[in-house]
């Protein structure tokens, strides 16, 4: 691994995060904590990174955006199940990650997130020894609640755009990579309309992936922001906030029962604050709720959270 490469691979992502987070405040018109912290010494993980949150929005009730770059002797096994002869090898990862939930309940919520981590493997004798072994991932995904097929197809096209230098492949695979993972088997259910995603992605060496993050992470705002601002104003009662909300618990299931970058963080001990800014600041829950037949509730689920060609 070029000694120079974690490091532009760092300044990257530190500048992907501030554009996002400053189309954020310009969108919402408020203002995002910022929380720089850093790793005490003795935890488990060393290292440091910036915690973006906006609460309380006039377009965002909650939105989250974090860089971190942190430092670990041993994989957690999150992290090892596709490399298991990685187990128990020291690590560094970096990433930006972030999960928008909107005011507005047909403002879709949005999830993107890039990342590298290295690893270096334990030589014959049981300590560090070989070059690293560098892997990225990535992708985004978008989970509405009142569906609407231009919104699906413009977030779809914009995927498949962002990946269209690294080979015709990578869309639909990532594309059914994305259905594939943000899927809540207890429910059988999917998560939202899917988008991309890639993980272990190491194709084409070092360059390759990080030109591929770049390019994903670059495509985020293009894809997201013209849909909050098709939607932003539509008038909404009752029905449709509540709906949001029962719909929001899914997100948290998810998250927290299935995500492997949860568990990851989680289990590596990494911040928790950060890790779970992902959660929607109130969700609800209710016992076999079901949409009434013919209605805009219903079709969220037999037309838009089902796996389906977008383009």
């Known amino acids: 691994m070029q000694s120079t490469h974690p490091a532009a691979v ?7 995060q501030q554009s996002i987070i400053a189309a954020v405040e310009k969108a919402d018109g408020g203002c995002c904590v910022r929380d720089a912290w850093e790793k005490a010494p003795g935890e488990p993980l060393q290292g440091s990174g910036l915690t973006c949150i906006l609460e309380g929005g006039e377009l965002f009730e909650r939105a989250g955006c974090g ?29 930006v990650s972030l999960v928008f939930h909107p005011r507005n309940p047909y403002v879709p919520i949005v999830h993107m997130n890039v990342r590298m981590l290295a690893a270096l493997p334990k030589d014959g004798s049981g300590g560090s020894g070989g070059e690293p072994v560098c892997w990225f991932g990535g992708g985004m995904d978008l989970t509405p609640c009142y569906g ?16 269209a230098a690294f080979g015709d492949d990578k869309y639909p695979r990532f594309k059914t990579w994305c259905d594939e993972y943000f899927f ?8 939202g309309i899917g988008g991309i995603f890639f993980d272990d992605f190491s194709e084409g060496g070092l360059e390759n992936g990080f030109d591929m993050i770049r390019s994903v ?16 104003a539509t008038p909404y009662t009752e029905r449709e906030r509540s709906f949001q909300l029962y719909r929001r618990g899914r997100y948290v299931e998810f998250n927290l ?6 568990h990851f963080g989680l289990q590596s001990g990494g911040r928790t604050e950060s890790i779970l800014l992902s959660m929607p600041p109130l969700a609800s829950w209710a016992y076999q709720q079901q949409p009434e037949p013919g209605s805009p509730e219903a ?11 977008w383009l």
């Not at 770059?69 to 990433?95: D, H, I, K, W, Y």
């Not at 809540?184 to 998560?191: G, I, P």
């Not at 992470?217 to 932003?232: C, K, N, Q």
């Open 10 to 16: 760092g300044e990257y992502l530190r500048g992907l």
């Open 67 to 95: 860089f971190s770059q942190v430092r670990g002797p041993s994989l957690p096994p999150s992290a090892t199940q596709n490399r298991p002869e990685l187990a128990g090898a020291p690590f560094e990862a970096m990433g």
């Open 148 to 163: 609407f097929a231009e919104d699906a197809v413009h977030f779809h096209a914009t995927c498949r755009d962002a990946l």
């Open 184 to 191: 809540l088997k207890h429910r059988n259910e999917q998560r």
């Open 217 to 232: 992470g670059d495509g985020f705002l293009p894809a997201y922001l013209p849909i909050v601002e098709r939607r932003r």
């Open 257 to 262: 029962v299935w995500d492997r970058g949860t």
């Open 299 to 309: 079709a969220l689920y037999s037309d838009f959270i089902v796996r389906r060609d």
